[in-house]
């Protein structure tokens, strides 16, 4: 009977195994697989080189799909975005493993360019072949060292790149919403080393906190700039990233958190160009970063799972895609995901000297929209699932980081995106209101969940929402433990501000450890208070919520 069920198992994994095999050479052969799963693989295999690259073009309106060549790849991205009446486009490559090439010649070099670019142009010897679109190529006999093994398609003249060993080309192609080739040469890199968050030797550590960004597909538009005056030819993108970029180039900070609405979803068609674009901010300035999601991330392209995976993936980013939370359902474009969301995780930033934790980050997934508008409209929830987990994680962390070894007292944080239906508690100490009010109406979700009373019996003395743009306040919670909760401020051009004259903002906070102290401050993109902190004020002292003075 043992033999039977060892030889039953065998006999399993070895199907599985031909069938997994099976399915991975038709996909590249025919793009069997769906387009969310090629939207994640890497656009290079290690071992492949790119032997030539093409456009290919067919009806929008054609009953099948565009229809992919023989032995190639297809990037899945409609180099039209999906707003030309009549057509579709692709880019697609012929990929090949080095020791099948026999003969074979390998791309060395990409170029987009109207005209034929010069010869000493790219490396190697071979004359410039020209393929549809403005692409220009070179190709060689010979394996190089470096061969062009990915290829992949961002848009806009904004266009960033992040991701180690890639290089974005000068250059749109002559047709489509103008899409950019990039390219990677030479081997994959070895994975990303993490950076380690730690209190500086003075024992402090400043956050800071970008909300709302709400980045295009392409350079995007002003909406309710202030001054009003400046909205002729205000491109919001740009204008955003310049905003946040001095921001951090005069703060400093130690570490950022971004929560949600990075992606200006109905906007943003090419969810990864919008990504690769505020990641280019903290990449460069060698800054780690932290995201959560809004509910507009995920109405392009990617997923909310697909969103946090990409992320996560890139330099100086510290974002977790989280455990699986709940059942599994689908949402509003019919894509699968847990019912308790995507990114829920933790960060814990160390003592200056030694290994115990000083400040614990907690980051919360709030959803979108209500999953029950007839009883309950408006906006979701922290879900049951969700709650379990963190009272789990907030149990175990103390003894697990050494909580009780730091010299001074631990602190804790969580961020995000729907503000929790406590935001709309009356009579309650505002600190940085419009006129000491709310500039709009928190929009929390109209059911309660009970996140609030679990923060506070975790220890969390402060958390920080996004969603609500004009909204950029922190209410104290005078419970038995107070809880600060406290709004970033919208700081994109891309989503709407016009309240009261309303200026983009950022927030910061600075972690004092020697002082047990949590003060934070705002930082606007123009007007006046330009070069100035905004209602700087102490949240915590001694490690316990402070009344506003």
Known sequence: MARRIVRTII???LLSGTLVTVLFFLDIRYSLLPTRIHNLLPEHHAGQVITDITYES???VSLFSCATREGWVRIDKDLFLGKAWLAQGYIQFKRMKKEDLNGEKVIVDIRIKRSEPAASEGGGDAKWESRPGGIWIKRSPKLIDDPVTGVDVLFGPDAAEVRPGWVLREGSLTLGESPRITVRKGA????????????????????????????????GACRHPEPAET???????PRTLEFVGRILDEEKPDFAVLSGDQVNGDTAPDAQTAIFKFAELFVKRKIPYATILGNHDDEGNLSREDIMKLTASLPYS???????????????????????????YHLEVLAHKGDHSALTIYFVDTHAYSPDKKEYPGYNWVKPSQINWFKSLASTLKDKHDHNAYSFV??????IHIPLPEYRLPDRP?????????????TAPSYNSGFKDVLVDAGVSVVSAGHDHANEYCLLDNGKESLWMCYAGGSGFGGYGGYGGYQRRVRLFEINAPLDRITTWKRVERGPDQDKRIDEQILVEGGKAAQPK
């Open 11 to 13: 006999q399993l994994i």
């Open 58 to 60: 067919c009806p929008s």
């Open 188 to 219: 994959p890199p070895a994975d990303l080393k993490k950076p380690v968050l730690k209190f500086r030797a003075d024992h402090k550590f400043k956050i800071i906190q970008v909300s709302d960004l709400h980045l295009s597909t392409g350079v």
């Open 231 to 237: 909205a002729d030819g205000c491109e919001a993108d």
């Open 318 to 344: 510290l974002s977790e895609v989280g455990p699986a939370l709940g059942e599994r359902v689908l949402d509003k474009k019919g894509r699968e995901g847990s019912e308790g969301g995507v990114g829920n």
């Open 410 to 415: 631990h602190l804790d944080m969580a961020f």
């Open 430 to 442: 505002i600190v940085g209101g419009y006129n000491n009010a709310p500039r709009e109406t928190p």
